[in-house]
């Protein structure tokens, strides 16, 4: 580790009162050390990962971490907190802060590493030795692990700490324990899945239960062996990403929660688990199983309820999403590009296979444009296949990729490649719940199972869905190039509004997922929804810049700091900009932008304006129909949203007695105004 943390990385003192302070504080010691190149655009990727889940965990510790392009060697940065910043830990602030920045190649070795450092918070000595520490160096080689650790004495003369017996007393005593595996995973792979795993472990050891467990990180996923899975009492599932081959623990009683529960209270799933063992609850686990409940309920909650299952749809589809924006962003740049250079008729130029003259700036044009369309056609199987692959993991892929494109050939489009990604995905999952014989299962994943389903998901393509979403994807298409007047501004209104709510999240990517899949097959319509939907989308970013600008006395000074960086990620069509703004005021920042995205989006299509290329923002400019009155659509939302912004919190500045006089009644309204 000495190549990870050194003692300018440490920060004994940590001023900072905020968690993007205090992230901001540690960045900057990365980049004195040449370890983060740019800090305004790792700073995004780490409010980015915090917002999927808060990085806090009881005992006093944040974990702000995240994989970035940004960084250029793993690199860990400590910080102590004398009054405590919040991380969204249950138990109250963290004052061991510790910032993990991993490059977005990392290799395993760096990432094994950071992993044990997770395991080793997860032991009191440990933390108890880094409260104490006085001297940076002598910080730093504690977390390499240059330094011993003592272990803490006992707390009066004559006792001893309580432990629960060791697995193996237990089982020199004649009887056998009791046996788990789990498999740990969070988003990132960095920590959060290796402190679940010594935490259980930990907690097995307490309970004098053997726990086993199955860390699926970015550090490598070595499988348990089968036979361990096949002589355990019980299975936990710690995960905050789906679980990987999960058939190979059908039969076991489940527990399945999030990793942070894993962390949080690994007694209490140890003790769930042996309950559901002593009952004889068996899961009825496939592959496409894995919903968990938040790592707040109780343990081990069925997965079938509406509810659930709706937070489980909504994965599936992101999956897909995510697995498609790269083409995306490649293919439609691409095409864009080759229109800035030859014109729109360059799409009707011949195969540069063919005809291509080093030369001519006609002829990069088509090269450009045609390499652009080929990322394209990918969009839809891609879609498709990343749907399925979300739902029941490998073997979906190819029947979700033969669904996909075949809902292309019969013109059923993006709406066609969602339906055939979650047909392919459902046909898998119901061939994986049917018995096999033992010498069958190692062909069915690579061979029987990809076989029969694309064969189903193809005649259900083909012969009886595939028709009926063409005529309706028609129908929309007719609907879009339809739209004009009220229509079309109210159809801006609501885009702009789902752009701007949760800033990246789910709404936001569903207004995008819209517009994008007209651009697969573009016309007038479809082009005006994607000109609205990156418009909106723009907003909320450069109105935090401007409001920071404007008003700075209504901003902390992280938030200030914030703001310049704003300006160019709202510039550059990145949403996500102004996640810290609506983190620390969520009631007064997310109704204000929701109120500029819906005047951009209403302008943007009443104005008529077209956009070619999914992103970009005013880069791309030159390629957008009517590029004036589109800048006066982003200027005027941008206005209202940073008026809104600026009113709500002078007002709330402006009357400091009775905000004083809310708080000494406790009321819900002097929270957030301590909180901004």
Same mark, same amino acid.
């Not at 309580?162 to 020199?172: H, N, Q, R």
């Not at 969009?379 to 979700?400: F, S, T």
């Not at 909320?540 to 409001?547: H, K, R, S």
């Given at each position: 580790?000495?190549?990870?943390?050194?003692?300018?990385?440490?920060?004994?003192?940590?001023?900072?009162?905020?968690?993007?302070?205090?992230?901001?504080?540690? &960045?900057?010691?990365?980049?004195?050390? /040449?370890?983060?190149?740019?800090?305004?655009?790792?700073?995004? +990727?780490?409010?980015?990962?915090?917002?999927?889940?808060?990085?806090?965990?009881?005992?006093?510790?944040?974990?702000?971490?995240?994989?970035?392009?940004?960084?250029?060697?793993?690199?860990?940065?400590?910080?102590?907190?004398?009054?405590?910043?919040?991380?969204?830990?249950?138990?109250?602030?963290?004052?061991?802060?510790?910032?993990?920045?991993?490059?977005?190649?990392?290799?395993?070795? /760096?990432?094994?590493?950071?992993? %044990?450092?997770?395991?080793? #918070?997860?032991?009191?000595?440990?933390?108890?030795?880094?409260?104490?520490?006085?001297?940076?160096?002598?910080?730093?080689?504690?977390?390499?692990?240059?330094? @011993?650790?003592?272990?803490?004495?006992?707390?009066?003369?004559?006792?001893?700490?309580?432990?629960?017996?060791?697995?193996?007393?237990?089982?020199?005593?004649?009887?056998?324990?009791?046996?788990?595996?789990?498999?740990?995973?969070?988003?990132?792979?960095?920590?959060?899945?290796? $402190?679940?795993?010594?935490?259980?472990?930990?907690?097995?050891?307490?309970?004098?239960?053997?726990?086993?467990?199955?860390?699926?990180?970015?550090?490598?996923?070595?499988?348990? +062996?089968?036979?361990?899975?096949?002589?355990?009492?019980?299975?936990?599932?710690?995960?905050?990403?789906?679980?990987?081959?999960?058939?190979?623990?059908?039969?076991?009683?489940?527990?399945?929660?999030?990793? !942070?529960?894993?962390?949080?209270?690994?007694?209490?799933?140890?003790?769930?688990?042996?309950?559901?063992?002593?009952?004889?609850?068996?899961?009825?686990?496939?592959?496409?199983?894995?919903?968990?409940?938040?790592?707040?309920?109780?343990?081990?909650?069925?997965?079938?309820?509406?509810? /659930?299952?709706?937070?489980?749809?909504?994965?599936?589809? $992101?999956?897909?999403?995510?697995?498609?924006?790269?083409?995306?962003?490649?293919?439609?740049?691409?095409?864009?590009?080759?229109?800035?250079?030859?014109?729109?008729?360059?799409?009707?130029? !011949?195969?540069?296979?063919?005809?291509?003259?080093?030369?001519?700036?006609?002829?990069?044009?088509?090269?450009?444009?045609?390499?652009?369309?080929?990322?394209?056609?990918?969009?839809?199987?891609?879609?498709?296949?990343?749907?399925?692959?979300? $739902?029941?993991?490998?073997?979906?892929?190819?029947?979700?990729?033969?669904?996909?494109?075949?809902?292309?050939?019969?013109?059923?489009?993006? #709406?066609?490649?969602?339906?055939?990604?979650?047909?392919?995905?459902?046909?898998?999952?119901?061939?994986?719940?049917?018995?096999?014989?033992?010498?069958?299962?190692?062909?069915?994943?690579?061979?029987?199972?990809?076989?029969?389903?694309?064969?189903?998901?193809?005649?259900?393509?083909?012969?009886?869905?595939?028709?009926?979403?063409?005529?309706?994807?028609?129908?929309?298409?007719?609907?879009?190039?339809?739209?004009?007047?009220?229509?079309?501004?109210?159809?801006?209104?609501?885009?702009?509004?789902? $752009?701007?709510?949760?800033?990246?999240?789910?709404?936001?990517?569903?207004?995008?997922?819209?517009?994008? %899949?007209?651009?697969?097959?573009?016309?007038?319509?479809?082009?005006?929804?994607?000109?609205?939907?990156?418009?909106?989308?723009?907003? @909320?970013?450069?109105?935090?810049?401007?409001?920071?600008?404007?008003?700075? !006395?209504?901003?902390?000074?992280?938030?200030?700091?914030?703001?310049? &960086?704003?300006?160019?990620?709202?510039?550059?069509?990145?949403?996500?900009?102004?996640?810290?703004?609506?983190?620390?005021?969520?009631?007064?920042?997310?109704?204000?932008?929701?109120?500029?995205?819906?005047?951009?989006?209403? #302008?943007?299509?009443?104005?008529?304006?077209?956009?070619?290329?999914?992103?970009?923002?005013?880069?791309?400019?030159?390629?957008?129909?009517? @590029?004036?009155?589109?800048?006066?659509?982003?200027?005027?939302?941008?206005?209202?949203?940073?008026?809104?912004?600026?009113?709500?919190? %002078?007002?709330?500045?402006?009357?400091?007695?009775?905000?004083?006089?809310?708080?000494?009644?406790?009321?819900?309204?002097?929270?957030?105004?301590?909180?901004?």
């Amino acid at each position: 580790m000495s190549e990870l943390i050194t003692a300018e990385l440490v920060d004994l003192d940590l001023s900072a009162a905020t968690k993007d302070a205090a992230a901001r504080s540690l &960045a900057e010691r990365m980049v004195a050390a /040449h370890r983060v190149t740019d800090l305004d655009g790792f700073l995004a +990727d780490v409010a980015a990962r915090e917002a999927q889940m808060p990085t806090g965990l009881d005992g006093g510790i944040g974990i702000p971490h995240c994989r970035s392009e940004h960084v250029n060697a793993p690199t860990l940065a400590f910080g102590r907190s004398a009054a405590g910043i919040d991380f969204g830990a249950a138990d109250g602030p963290a004052d061991l802060i510790f910032l993990i920045a991993a490059p977005a190649g990392a290799d395993d070795d /760096h990432l094994t590493i950071l992993s %044990g450092l997770a395991r080793r #918070l997860m032991a009191p000595e440990f933390t108890a030795a880094l409260r104490a520490g006085t001297d940076p160096a002598a910080v730093a080689a504690l977390i390499r692990g240059e330094e @011993p650790v003592e272990e803490p004495a006992p707390e009066a003369e004559g006792t001893e700490p309580e432990a629960g017996p060791e697995p193996e007393a237990v089982e020199a005593a004649g009887s056998v324990p009791f046996r788990i595996v789990a498999v740990t995973s969070c988003p990132t792979g960095i920590a959060h899945t290796y $402190m679940a795993a010594e935490s259980l472990a930990a907690a097995g050891r307490a309970e004098g239960v053997e726990v086993t467990v199955e860390t699926q990180g970015s550090g490598g996923f070595k499988k348990l +062996d089968p036979a361990v899975i096949a002589a355990a009492d019980a299975v936990i599932w710690a995960h905050d990403v789906e679980v990987r081959e999960k058939a190979r623990f059908r039969g076991k009683p489940l527990v399945d929660v999030g990793v !942070k529960a894993g962390i949080n209270r690994p007694a209490e799933l140890i003790a769930e688990a042996r309950r559901k063992a002593e009952r004889g609850e068996i899961a009825a686990v496939s592959e496409a199983d894995g919903g968990k409940d938040s790592g707040d309920g109780e343990a081990g909650r069925s997965g079938t309820d509406h509810a /659930h299952f709706g937070v489980r749809l909504r994965t599936y589809l $992101m999956s897909g999403v995510s697995y498609m924006v790269p083409f995306v962003a490649a293919g439609g740049l691409l095409i864009a590009l080759s229109f800035a250079i030859g014109g729109y008729e360059i799409a009707s130029a !011949k195969s540069v296979a063919d005809h291509f003259v080093w030369g001519e700036a006609d002829s990069w044009a088509a090269l450009l444009n045609q390499i652009g369309s080929a990322a394209f056609a990918f969009l839809v199987p891609v879609l498709a296949g990343y749907i399925a692959y979300g $739902m029941a993991d490998r073997p979906a892929l190819v029947p979700g990729f033969v669904g996909g494109s075949i809902a292309l050939t019969v013109n059923a489009g993006f #709406l066609g490649g969602l339906v055939a990604g979650l047909l392919a995905g459902a046909v898998v999952m119901a061939i994986q719940r049917v018995p096999v014989h033992a010498t069958l299962r190692g062909i069915m994943p690579v061979l029987v199972i990809p076989l029969i389903a694309s064969a189903v998901v193809g005649i259900l393509m083909f012969i009886v869905v595939g028709k009926p979403i063409a005529s309706l994807q028609n129908a929309l298409t007719d609907w879009l190039n339809g739209l004009s007047g009220s229509n079309a501004v109210i159809l801006g209104v609501v885009l702009g509004l789902m $752009m701007c709510f949760d800033m990246g999240g789910p709404l936001n990517k569903v207004a995008y997922a819209f517009a994008v %899949g007209g651009l697969a097959d573009p016309t007038d319509g479809s082009l005006k929804v994607m000109a609205a939907v990156m418009a909106a989308g723009m907003v @909320p970013p450069l109105a935090m810049a401007l409001a920071t600008t404007v008003r700075k !006395k209504l901003f902390t000074k992280t938030e200030r700091e914030n703001g310049r &960086a704003a300006w160019v990620l709202g510039a550059s069509f990145i949403t996500e900009g102004a996640i810290p703004f609506a983190a620390a005021d969520p009631l007064r920042v997310i109704p204000s932008v929701m109120a500029g995205g819906a005047v951009t989006g209403a #302008l943007s299509m009443a104005f008529g304006a077209t956009l070619r290329a999914p992103h970009g923002g005013v880069f791309v400019v030159p390629l957008i129909g009517e @590029p004036f009155l589109y800048l006066l659509a982003i200027a005027a939302g941008t206005l209202v949203a940073t008026a809104l912004v600026v009113l709500i919190k %002078g007002a709330r500045r402006a009357a400091p007695d009775a905000a004083g006089e809310a708080g000494a009644t406790g009321s819900d309204d002097s929270r957030v105004t301590v909180a901004a």
